[in-house]
């Protein structure tokens, strides 16, 4: 069974930077879509960064692009999320998640294609 372990979130002042984590387990497969997707109150869940694995598509959402860097240790089986220059807006429960694309070298960013995902781990960024 697929299970998703997120860490790293926490609180800090804006213009500051945190790493996420999302340690993965219970894969019969390499390749495949990891995302990070986040929720603030009363939004709805949006794709932050998502990526193939095997060297398919990578997605940024524009209002991260330039201060989020999605990266992975494969032997660690683990992806995180480098997120700098923090803004209030960012304030959030980040989640990671993830879905088999099959033969496919491309990563929907749409939260209903990840089978997937993670418990979250909230990120508050005051001003």
């Known amino acids: 069974q697929v299970q998703l372990v997120e860490s790293g979130g926490g609180s800090v002042q804006a213009g500051g930077s945190l790493r996420l984590s999302c340690a993965a387990s219970?894969?019969?497969?390499?390749?495949?879509?990891m995302g990070w997707f986040r929720q603030a109150p009363g939004k709805e869940r949006e794709g932050v960064v998502v990526?193939?694995?095997?060297?398919?598509?990578?997605y940024y959402a524009d209002s991260v692009k330039g201060r989020f860097t999605i990266s992975q240790d494969t032997a660690k089986n683990t992806v995180y999320l480098q997120m700098n220059s923090l803004k209030p807006e960012d304030t959030a429960m980040y989640y990671c998640a993830s879905y088999n694309p099959g033969i496919y070298p491309y990563c929907s960013s749409n939260p209903t294609a990840f089978h997937y995902w993670g418990q979250g781990t909230q990120v508050t960024v005051s001003s």
């Open positions: 990526s193939h694995t095997g060297g398919g598509n990578i």
């Open positions: 219970g894969y019969a497969y390499t390749s495949k879509c």
